[in-house]
């Protein structure tokens, strides 16, 4: 498996708090990504980073920000969490040398209550 | 946006029977790519189809690229408690560079023992 670490694994946290999920590579891949997983709905993008400080919003990205200080790291940031955000969150990088073949982190189960 | 339907959303299949999930695209793809989940766990790269009529195979597994590159097929022949798991199909979203992909909602597979 690529050498990426999402944490924290579980999070339960109250509406309107801020929550902030973390991805951490060990591939030096140029590109990080996160998804989000409904029921019904496969998987969506949020936010994706094509380089450091460089990123783009995906399909669901209202209420959600990003940020990218260093090639390993790619923060998701919740500003204030509502329960329409309660969902399993990948995180996920690829590369170009590697035909953009998406590796998967073991995700996110966030609750928003 | 690119939209990627799959079909069935369920699949409930008695051991040993085949089975198929179907991909469709709004748009071209200039490539597709399929993906494994399986229960509890994160997506895993099956493969990449890159050519118009293209098939590969993988043991039981037989994916297709429409000659047409707007659909695609995976099919399980002699199904395995094994393949128990969800199937995505991806493809890289028009106007952008392949690493932005746009996945398909999936096919859930269940095995009847």
């Known amino acids: 498996d690529a050498g990426i670490t999402q944490s924290p694994r579980h999070k339960v946290t109250e509406t309107g708090t801020p929550v902030t999920l973390r991805c951490h590579q060990t591939?030096?891949?140029?590109?990080m990504y996160w998804y989000r997983q409904d029921p019904g709905h496969g998987l969506r993008l949020i936010h994706y980073?094509?380089?450091?400080?460089?990123?783009d919003k995906g399909e669901v990205s209202d209420g959600y920000s990003v940020s990218r200080s260093k090639t390993e790291d790619f923060l998701l940031t919740l500003e204030s969490a509502t329960s329409s955000q309660t969902s399993v969150y990948f995180c996920a990088i690829s590369e170009s040398y590697r035909q953009y073949e998406a590796f998967f982190g073991q995700g996110t189960r966030l609750t928003v209550v | 946006g690119q939209q990627v339907m799959q079909i069935p959303q369920y699949q409930h299949v008695q051991e040993g029977e085949d089975f198929t999930t179907y991909c469709n695209s709004s748009?071209?793809?200039?490539?597709i790519q399929w993906y494994k989940q399986r229960p509890g766990g994160h997506p895993v790269f099956l493969i990449q189809?890159?050519?118009?009529?293209e098939v590969k195979k993988q043991k039981r597994l037989t994916f297709q690229f429409g000659e047409a590159k707007k659909n695609s097929s995976l099919h399980i022949t002699a199904t395995q408690t094994t393949d128990v798991g969800t199937y995505f199909c991806a493809g890289p979203e028009p106007n952008f560079g392949n690493e932005k992909l746009t996945f398909g909602t999936g096919t859930r597979l269940t095995i009847i023992p």
């Open positions: 591939e030096n891949h140029r590109y």
């Open positions: 189809l890159v050519k118009s009529g």
């Open positions: 980073s094509y380089g450091v400080k460089d990123t």
């Open positions: 748009t071209t793809l200039s490539n």
